[in-house]
């Protein structure tokens, strides 16, 4: 968990880590966007095309697949991180989040990271902490070492 601010022009500056890993991918665009309307997620574009094809092919309750894919389309756009490390993000999606030079949280999780707002934020910390003692018992008993 790292934290991090969205400058006057809505963009964030990725640490050190995270800007390696996207500077070592073959195509450098990411698609930045959100698909709760919560929480911001930057995915590298080849992620981002399995999650379209997902949407396409998901049959369990196509409607769902919709709303989130709506959102995601509503809220997003490509973009590049900058020679500075730094990722822009929309107008719109700054809007929606309240997160328009905000400081927020940058979060490793499941080929993206996710940009939560310092109020999304704290409200996930207390969240997982009243649960935290039985769902790390569970992960363990499901063999999480």
Same mark, same amino acid.
């Given at each position: 968990?790292? &934290?991090? *601010?969205?400058?006057?022009?809505? *963009?964030?500056?990725? $640490?050190?880590?995270?800007?390696?890993?996207?500077?070592?991918?073959?195509? +450098?665009?990411?698609?930045? /966007? =959100?698909?709760?309307?919560?929480?911001? #997620?930057? %995915? $590298?574009?080849?992620?981002?095309?399995?999650?379209?094809?997902?949407?396409?092919?998901?049959?369990?309750? &196509? +409607?769902?697949? !919709?709303?989130?894919?709506?959102?995601?389309?509503?809220?997003?756009?490509? /973009?590049?991180?900058?020679?500075?490390?730094?990722?822009?993000? =929309?107008?719109?999606?700054? !809007?929606?989040?309240?997160?328009?030079? #905000?400081?927020?949280?940058?979060?490793? %999780? *499941?080929?993206?990271?996710?940009?939560? =707002?310092? +109020?999304?934020?704290?409200? *996930? +910390? #207390? #969240?997982?902490?009243?649960?935290?003692?039985?769902?790390?018992?569970?992960?363990?008993?499901?063999?999480?070492?």
């Amino acid at each position: 968990m790292y &934290p991090g *601010r969205l400058d006057d022009k809505g *963009r964030v500056k990725l $640490p050190t880590a995270f800007q390696q890993f996207f500077a070592a991918l073959r195509e +450098k665009r990411l698609f930045v /966007t =959100s698909l709760d309307r919560r929480i911001a #997620q930057i %995915y $590298p574009m080849a992620v981002w095309r399995q999650n379209e094809k997902f949407f396409e092919t998901y049959r369990d309750d &196509p +409607k769902i697949a !919709r709303n989130v894919a709506f959102n995601a389309a509503d809220l997003g756009a490509e /973009t590049e991180m900058d020679s500075q490390g730094r990722i822009l993000f =929309s107008p719109e999606l700054r !809007r929606e989040l309240g997160i328009e030079n #905000q400081p927020v949280r940058l979060f490793a %999780y *499941r080929n993206r990271i996710e940009v939560l =707002s310092e +109020k999304t934020y704290e409200e *996930r +910390k #207390q #969240q997982a902490s009243q649960t935290a003692e039985d769902d790390l018992a569970k992960l363990e008993t499901a063999g999480l070492n």
